[in-house]
């Protein structure tokens, strides 16, 4: 479903999210041939701070 969430860094619409060592939603950056689990997709632009929403949908990606 959709949630509300604060953002920890500058993110684009449908970019995949992790959380930061805080709880906040960033963008997922692996690392080539690093694992991430994802939590969900942004739903809008949004920079450190801001309040808004993401889709959650658990997953994981491999950096390129």
Same mark, same amino acid.
């Given at each position: &479903?959709? /949630?509300?969430?604060?953002?920890?860094?500058?993110?684009?619409?449908?970019a995949?999210?992790?959380?930061? =060592? @805080?709880?906040?939603? /960033?963008?997922? @950056?692996?690392?080539?041939?690093? *694992? *991430?689990?994802t939590?969900?997709?942004?739903?809008?632009?949004? /920079? =450190? &701070?801001?309040? =808004? =929403?993401?889709?959650?949908?658990? &997953?994981?990606i491999?950096?390129?």
């Open positions: &479903g959709v /949630v509300t969430v604060e953002f920890g860094g500058t993110v684009t619409r449908g995949l999210l992790i959380s930061d =060592s @805080v709880g906040r939603a /960033v963008a997922a @950056v692996p690392a080539a041939g690093a *694992n *991430n689990r939590i969900g997709i942004a739903l809008v632009d949004a /920079v =450190s &701070g801001d309040k =808004s =929403s993401m889709l959650l949908s658990p &997953g994981l491999q950096g390129a």
